[in-house]
């Protein structure tokens, strides 16, 4: 099969921008598809990040410290940027005002405004394909529970809890990094970090919160600057958000959690959701099973766990006895992108995109509502702007 090859250039070459590497060096990894990927060009500024790319990845000619000889590269037709998110704004306003798809990373701006500015220019470049990095619902048991919302196989929703959590920074010894400032990560903190996960498949499903009460914590208050000395953590280590939504079928309630410090945790995410004819949940702590209790008027309420079949939204050549994992959840994640690409938004081979630039501006909405809600120790109402 001949395919199109799509010409990536990678801003910010750190561990993300490596993995999107390793995805694109095992592309023969998926069967039936017509479109691959492949990185031409990186930049960062520190050349030490870029030479990686040069000693591991044979296709990269140019390497750059200015990401804006980077954009100015013709062969460049597709940009993945990691970069902090003070940067956003700015970079990937370039990025699409130069006419090069992005996916980039959450939060798509430190801020609600610097949101808002990036928005304006998606609008203003429709012809750019833009969306954001978020790989856990492609693991084949949250790609279950997805097939079971879009069918309506809950009645109605009692109640949802989602999260992302991790445990890295327990240890207090962990030297302080710009997300631990405000000035670069921003006043989110864990939120702006790690929520869009947690976020994606709630908006995808039009679960939109009316109002948030928000439990923020700061656990660790230093950290040791690497120059010998300590310097303050600025922003929020844990969040749990107590939201209220809204829907044609009832009112429910919906917790949101991201946690930086979540002892014995190592990347987990889950979604729960009970509903009145079925409750299901998955956890990549469990990763090959999915749990689902059935429910009719009278009946027994039993759960049931079952293992997962490796059945991804991209055929592979993996068998489906076999486990399904984090690289695999990225590398679904990049099909999906470059799919859009190549044959965009109503050619797509398969129906679940990647989360898109209006679900993290919604995450920006919440997250703005979260904020006023831990100053003020109150519910706070979720501002929606035009996207209510």
């Known amino acids: 099969m001949s395919k199109t090859i799509i010409s990536f250039g990678v801003i910010g ?29 990186v930049c960062d500024a520190n050349p030490a990040a870029t030479q990686w790319f040069q000693d591991n990845v044979p296709t990269v000619e140019q390497a750059y410290t200015d990401y804006k000889e980077l954009l100015a590269n013709p062969k460049v037709e597709a940009i993945y940027c990691a970069v902090p998110h003070n940067l956003h704004k700015q970079i990937y306003i370039d990025i699409i005002r130069a006419g090069k798809h992005l996916l980039g990373e ?60 991790h445990s890295s920074d327990l240890d207090p010894n962990k030297p302080i990094n710009w997300k631990r400032r405000i000035a670069t990560n921003g006043e989110y903190g864990c939120m702006g970090d790690l929520g869009l996960h947690v976020l994606h498949l709630p908006l995808r499903f039009g ?35 107590a939201c209220e939504v809204k829907s044609d079928k009832g009112q429910f309630p919906m917790v949101l ?68 994992g984090f690289t695999d959840s990225i590398l679904q994640m990049w099909a999906a992108f470059c799919d859009e690409v190549v044959h965009g938004e109503q050619g797509i081979s398969q129906p679940f995109r990647c989360a898109t630039p209006e679900e993290a501006a919604g995450s920006h909405c919440l997250f703005t509502a979260a904020l006023e809600s831990g100053r003020t120790g109150g519910t706070a109402v979720v501002d929606w702007g035009t996207l209510a």
């Open 13 to 41: 070459c750190g561990l993300m921008g490596k993995e999107f590497a390793s995805a694109a060096a095992r592309w023969c990894h998926l069967t039936d598809v017509d479109f691959e990927p492949r990185i031409v060009a």
């Open 106 to 165: 959450k939060p798509f701006g430190i801020d609600r405004s610097a949101n808002e500015e990036i928005m304006a220019a998606i609008r203003d470049n429709p012809q750019v394909v833009v969306r954001s990095s978020s790989e856990f619902p492609f693991y084949p048991g949250a790609q279950q529970i997805v097939q079971w919302v879009n069918e309506g196989k809950f009645g109605q929703i009692i109640e949802v809890e989602a999260g992302f959590w």
């Open 207 to 241: 679960w939109k919160p009316e109002s948030v009460r928000a439990l923020l914590s700061k656990i660790v208050e230093e950290r040791p600057d690497g120059k010998g000395g300590s310097a303050p953590c600025e922003t929020w280590d844990n969040a749990i958000l």
């Open 257 to 324: 959690s991201t946690k930086r410090i979540a002892p014995g945790h190592a990347n987990t995410w889950f979604i729960r959701i009970q509903g009145t004819e079925l409750s299901a949940e998955f956890t990549t702590k469990n990763p090959k099973q999915v749990a689902s209790l059935p429910y009719k008027p009278g009946g027994q309420q039993a759960w049931h766990i079952v293992d997962a079949p490796y059945n991804s939204a991209y055929g592979t050549i993996t068998g489906g006895i076999f486990e399904f």
